[in-house]
Each structure stands twice: as structure tokens, then as C-alpha cells.
């Protein structure tokens, strides 16, 4: 049994969990685990192991884990976009990249307003094709997750690309340091981890929830739960909108109304998570020098 494994604080979190069901680690040997992405066509996972300077990648069927891209660039975050094309976050080449069907590299956006960007983050892709990424500093602070460089931007914000066009805007311009991103299952709400605690004394450490309006833009931006232990990093949402977010001391998990359910506990700190497998209810967690997954009776939305 792997009681052990969950916390529950909530009686809704019962169902959301199997306690039979253990935590695993899959892989171990990186040095910073983040960025999962999961692709259902090939039953493959590709991960980040950005200290490294490489993408790694866990076959589903098999448990094999070999190297999916070296030198990768110190990429982060990562995502499918409608067309299963790969959507990547480089530190290094400070930019969001594609990975076409190719093989090739398409650069989606590396400035705004002729400046380059910090070091993008994170990336979501919305039905509309448009692309959502957040841009802190964390790629030039030091050359241990990119190249240390000053920033041309002065600033850390959200930024949104044109699915037709191709125009690059700031979606949110009031972030210490924008991280993580998820849309609700209707996308009629963007949630945004804000991790500036990390350069700011008592700075944020906590998820805010954006109404989308129709023409792409935000609104309201309400702080939706402070983080109890560490920072809320990467997070992932499941079809009843409950989302369920990386955090110091395992994953917790909030309802659509702000409530800790519960905990599932992890070994290691968590940078990020996503939904993977057949059903999509395989949760897949990158905790620092470790890949691990847990089974669920929940599902991921279909969302990129």
C-alpha cells in the first residue's frame, strides 16, 4: 500500500487518488528535472534536464530513457501545439522555438519591440493556436541554466504570440518573476505562478487566476493560493479544474475554488508536472534529479 504517498485535507481529495497506487521513480541522474511533455502518438515523454544542456525522453512502453536533443539550448519549458509540433522555452538562445515534423527548428519569437527577451520560461498553446509564454530572469542570472547576461527588458512579464500572425504582446505586465501557466478546461481562465520570492524579500510566491476575454486579452488577476513550501513552479489542471501544482515538498492539489485538497509526496522539490499516458491520467513529475509518475482515477484535460 502507499498511504504513505498522499495527505489528504480535504474529503474531496478521496477521489482523487488511489492509495494503492505508489509513487515511482522512473529515472534518476539530472541535475534540474523540468519542462514534461507528453506525446500520445508515440507513448514518449521529453523532459528538460536544463543544467545539463539536454532534453531527455521516457518511452512509456518500455521504461527506457535515452537523450531526445543535446545540446537543447537549456530549454525549460515545453508543449505540443495543435498540430503535435514541439513548443520549447530556450534559456540559451533566449527565445520560443518549434520543433517541425522535420526535425527543424522554427523561431516563434526571440524580442519584443527590438529587446531580447530574459529567458523564456514557460509555454501553453490555446485552441486558438495562439501561444502563451512567461519571460523571468532566471535563464541569465547565472550561467547555470543559460548564459549570465543583463537583461534588455528591465522587466519580467507574460507574453502572448498570434497563432495567424505571429505578433508577439504582453498579456500581464505586473509579475516579479511570471513561471508556470495553465488554462482553466474552457479557457476562459489563465492561471500564472509568480515565483519572485526568489529575488525579492518577501516576495511572491503564490498562483494568480486571469479572466481571458474573447480578444485574448486579461483581466482581474487574483492572487488563488499562496504556496505553503517553496514555490509553486509548473502545474497542470484536470478535466473538473482542479489544479494540481509542483511545489518544495510534493504536489498539491486545489479545487476550482482555491481549496488545498491534498498532497501527493514526493522524495524530492518539484519543478513541474504533467498529465500523460492512454487515459491521460498518469501524472508524470519532474523533481529535481529525478523523472517519477503516479497513477490517478482523474484524467488531464486534452490541452497543450
Known sequence: ??????????????????????????????????????????????????????????????????VFRQPAGYTNGNTLDRQGRLVSCEHGGRRVTRTEHSGAITVLADRFEGKRFNSPNDVVVKSDGSIWFTDPTYG??????????????GACHVYRIDGQTGAVRIAADDFVRPNGLAFSPDERRLYVADTGGTHVPEGPRHLRVFDVRDDGTLAGGAVFATCPAGFFDGFKLDTEGRLWTSTADGVHCYAPDGTLLGRVRVPEPIANLTFGGPKRNRLYLCATTSLYSVLLPVNGIQAC
Open 140 to 153: 541569465i542570472d547565472t550561467d547555470y541554466e543559460g548564459h549570465k547576461a543583463e537583461s534588455e527588458m
Open 1 to 66: 500500500m502507499a498511504d504513505s504517498d498522499y495527505d489528504i485535507l480535504d474529503e474531496r481529495f478521496r477521489r482523487c487518488i488511489r492509495r494503492s497506487a505508489k509513487v515511482e521513480r522512473l529515472y534518476e541522474g539530472c541535475r534540474w528535472a523540468e519542462g514534461p511533455v507528453y506525446f500520445p502518438v508515440h507513448r514518449m515523454l521529453v523532459w528538460s534536464d536544463i543544467p545539463n544542456d539536454r532534453m531527455l525522453r521516457f518511452d512509456e512502453a518500455t521504461g527506457t530513457v535515452g
